[in-house]
């Protein structure tokens, strides 16, 4: 065996400035370069093609193979940051985003989200950091007050809330939940006939977390939607598939209902289905990922008519309250069923503040162990603009779809597809209503291609009940009258284009 040559070494590390990745000093500037930067990224958004634009594999021809061995400047970096990274993001805090859903932000959840990583607490149980555990309770209490949820989703009632990171994890921990409580009464080898139901405008991640929590996929019941009940699920139609399995000798267990779907912001009637829930003995979850939000409003509130029929509920504020990525709110009206399904106490996390049931133990409320302080992004933001101002932010911007909807409906070479609830608009090019529907899908999809080729507006569309249709949804932070303006004229002009180049 060889060894090291010890003078050597020695002169090698005495050539070496002393290694400290956490210089108070070196913080200080560089995170004001890094403001500097995030600041003028936001006031010069707009200069950006909303769209990136590069091929993919761009950025492997940019960068070296390997780690730098030693370190590198900042400014380095940076300069990388402008000329690789940039080009190669789709700009979602653009105000000419309308795609998707939007990921709302704010100075305040900025901040927020500041103080988060400052702490960098670990937040598994209370004693790990006893602020961070009780601020987010009152954060989630909050929240349910002003959607004016019933105690019995409440840490002041007899219910409780936690910070999820997306609408997957809610919906995933709620089906175990619901899973091992039935389980429990029927007998763990009976798992292959646990049955669950959503429409077919259920979120696709609700498949997924399904077969995570070990449903049969043949067990999976998508009910499908029309447009005559707006994509809305029937209770009369899911009645007939229930009782059909329940002849069957299966066993339903799980339904999850819908305010506000991706593709139109459908809102399922909470208050019939949590009835039929309650008949069948099923776990009765509300995915209100998007429209949620918009329910801090009293003129929205009554899609959340029902909810006290709901075992939980879910919403997201990443999409409509401001909050940066990620926060997605989740309420249960039992937490002990959650805590039961999901609890781990290994001996190096025992101590006698969770031995006692005395605390929430937010690692038994989640499917991991550690957590982030989220709740600091939520609080800053309802501290820093109050009721008044959030609920001004989402009457915003349901004014400016209103607004795209009536230059839809008023040009007659358009039309809009689906009722417009919140802020997204669904609506399609056809200029000759005799044309077949695969023709109209031809056009439109001609029509959105030559919108975001431009750079000058993103959109996306979806296909609902066999339409393929547009979806102009309203409601990144940055986004004025003026952009929907913009963005309505920029399709009228490649639509006439399209009619000019004969596409009929």
Sequence with gaps: MGSLDSNNSSQTQSNVPKFNPLDPEEFRTQAHQMVDFIADYYKNIETYPVLSQVEPG??????????????????SIMKDVQNHI??????????????????????????????????????????????????????????ANMLKLPKTFMFSGTGGGVLQSTTSEAILCTLIAARDRKLDNIGADNIGKLVVYGSDQTHSTYTKACKVAGILPCNIRAVQTSIESDFALSPVVLRGIIEADVAAG????????????????????LSQLGQLAEEFDIWFHVDAAYGGSACICPEFRRYLDGIERA???????HKWL????????????????????????PEYLRNKRSEYDSV??????????????KS????????????????SHIRSDVRMAKMFEG?????????????????????????????ELVYIEFLNKKLLDSVNSTGLVYMTHTIVGGIYMLRFAVGATLTEDRHVISAWKLIKESAEALLRRSVF
């Design 86 to 143: 940039v080009p190669g993001m789709t700009h979602w805090l653009s105000p000419n985003f309308f795609a998707f859903f939007p990921a709302t932000v704010s100075s305040a959840a900025f901040i927020g989200e500041m103080l988060c990583n400052c702490f960098n607490s670990v937040g598994f149980n209370w004693l790990a950091s006893p602020a961070m555990t009780e601020l987010e309770m009152i954060v989630m209490d909050w929240l």
């Design 322 to 345: 401001l909050s940066y990525l990620d926060c997605c709110c989740m309420w249960v009206r039992e937490p002990n069923v959650l805590v039961k399904a999901l609890s781990t106490n």
């Design 311 to 317: 075992n939980s509920l879910s919403l997201s504020p």
């Design 360 to 373: 929430v133990d937010y690692k038994d409320w989640q499917i991991g162990t550690g957590r982030k302080f």
């Design 376 to 391: 600091l992004r939520l609080w800053l933001v309802m501290r820093s603009y109050g009721v008044a101002n959030l609920q």
């Design 407 to 435: 230059f839809v409906r008023s040009d007659p070479s358009f039309e809009v597809v689906v009722p417009r609830r919140f802020s997204l608009v669904c609506f399609r090019f056809n200029p000759n209503k005799e044309h």
């Design 250 to 269: 299966l066993v339903p267990f799980f339904l999850c209902a819908t305010v506000g779907t991706t593709s139109t912001t459908a809102v399922d009637p």
């Design 58 to 75: 761009y950025l492997r021809t940019q960068l070296p193979e390997n780690a730098p061995y030693c370190p590198e400047s900042f400014d």
